[in-house]
């Protein structure tokens, strides 16, 4: 799987993202402070990678900033993309299966390298629920995108 990743900070947990990816067997593009010479502002980089994602570049994305809000926020600027902050396994977990999110999004702050491994094993093992309400309420915010989200 081609997995773009994007960080504002250099940070031992980002690092271990990177490298955890790529022990999984995925092909890995970094941006932001990952990538000597790119704009680490979280807003940018977190876009980037989402637009990846949207672009049919890269299967999913992980966006990382200090808390994860911005990155997450930032990514769900991009039409296509449901990123979702998880802070563990279960909501990573959920995130996969009942909103079909293609963007995980992490603080640096909260996550620790065990944690890191847990919410991974979480959000690769799951799939997107194919009942119909859960399917329904992914083409809603499909919707949203192109601005006919009103009923």
């Known amino acids: 799987m081609r997995i773009s990743v994007s960080s504002d900070m250099d940070e031992p947990v980002a690092r271990a993202l990177l490298e955890e ?6 092909e890995v593009l970094a941006y932001g402070a990952l990538s000597p010479g790119d704009d680490p502002q979280w807003a940018v980089c977190s876009e980037t990678a989402a637009r990846q994602v949207a672009a049919g570049d890269a299967d999913q994305a992980v966006v990382c900033c200090w808390t994860g809000t911005g990155a ?8 296509g993309v449901r990123a979702a902050l998880c802070t563990d396994a279960y909501t990573a977990q ?3 299966r009942w909103n079909d ?3 995980l999004a992490l603080s640096l702050r909260l996550t620790s390298e065990p944690l ?3 919410i991974l094993d979480a959000w690769f093992a799951a799939e997107a629920s194919e009942d119909a309400e859960d399917r329904g309420n992914v083409a809603h915010v499909g919707r949203l995108d192109l601005g006919r989200g009103e009923s």
């Open 72 to 79: 997450s926020i930032a990514a769900n600027k991009v039409p």
């Open 116 to 118: 890191l491994k847990e």
């Open 21 to 26: 990816l790529r022990g999984r067997g995925h």
């Open 94 to 96: 959920g995130a996969r």
């Open 101 to 103: 999110a293609n963007v």
